[in-house]
């Protein structure tokens, strides 16, 4: 018998990376959903695999993606639908809300058709400005204050809610940034990287000090499936990341030296909101789902280089 599995914003940079890593284990029938918003169809692994499927609906339009539930009766849904981007979010709060309908539907969907676990993809911006360090999953409070981060937060308090009265299991997956071949332009690691080959002015926002930890998709994507494959993280919650911290400036000068770029580094204003100060996470459970050596940034950093001049060529 296979294990039938949604896989919803599947067209999306991590969603369809997990999605064609599912899909090797012919074990997996997969059935991609995505509203192709932000997603792309060329992100979609459906052409080489004959057990994933592509469906083109909203999750947050019930009658929609209820069609899709009765029809497949799925045994794991991957949650990884979201309006992302911090620019984006920012500018589009009430669009980013709107996700509660959909994180309402496919809780509701699940525990009515049988569904073992429901795996979600939350973020490291549930932590809002930290005041912790590194920021722990069960220590660190949850400081949430921009729309996409409320949404995240208040997901998590549904998957919560859904196993305590309904016995609904779930694994929340908290994403810091992650970054690999297929992440769209708007992101800073693909932002920096396409300027600096192409040897443009790369920009930041405000003196370049805040840090972030860069994850490479196949940690995070591997991090995830073993803990899907292994019954780990079982109505709990891990942080899924590195922990190298790095600041915005320095990151931007290390792809101009790994790149042998002549981009020149220019600061614009710093932005009004939801560019935090720093962050970094506890990556000790991550770190024993992995169970193998993480990527190191300059090793990602060449990963992409290498995958862009092959694209190029």
Do not use: W
């Amino acid at each position: 018998m296979q294990r039938k599995i949604l896989v919803t914003g599947g067209a999306g940079f991590v969603a369809s990376c997990l999605a064609q890593k599912l899909a090797d284990n012919p074990e997996n029938s997969i059935i991609i959903v995505d509203n192709l918003l932000t997603g792309s169809e060329h992100k979609l692994p459906v052409s080489v695999y004959n057990n994933v499927r592509f469906i083109k609906a909203d999750v947050n339009d019930l009658t929609e993606i209820s069609s899709i539930f009765h029809a497949f009766r799925f045994d794991y849904v991957f949650h990884y639908a979201a309006v992302v981007g911090v620019k984006r979010t920012i500018a589009n709060p009430v669009m980013v809300l709107n996700d509660l309908d959909g994180i309402r539907n496919i809780l509701n969907l699940s525990k009515n058709t049988g569904v073992k676990r429901v795996y979600y993809s939350s973020s490291s911006e549930v932590y809002g400005e930290p005041v912790e360090f590194p920021q722990n999953e069960h220590t660190t409070p949850l400081n949430s204050r921009l729309p996409y981060a409320i949404v995240k937060n208040v997901g998590e308090a549904y998957l919560r809610s859904y196993f305590q009265e309904y016995g609904l299991e779930f694994t929340i997956f908290r994403f810091f940034n992650t970054y690999g071949p297929k992440q769209s332009e708007d992101f800073v690691m693909s932002k920096f990287l396409s300027a600096a080959l192409s040897n443009q002015d790369i920009t930041i926002y405000g003196d370049g000090s805040q840090t972030r930890t860069f994850c490479y998709v196949d940690d995070n994507v591997d991090a995830c499936l073993n803990a899907f494959y292994n019954n780990q993280i079982v109505n709990d919650v891990a942080n899924i990341g590195s922990d190298y911290e790095i600041t915005i400036l320095d990151l931007a000068s290390k792809i101009i030296e790994i790149a042998g770029s002549k981009s020149k580094i220019v600061f614009l204003p710093a932005l009004k909101e939801g560019d935090m100060t720093r962050r970094c996470p506890d990556i000790t459970v991550a770190r024993q789902l992995l169970n193998r050596r993480m990527t190191s940034l300059d090793e990602g950093i060449k990963k992409l280089i290498e995958v862009r001049h092959l694209v190029s060529a």
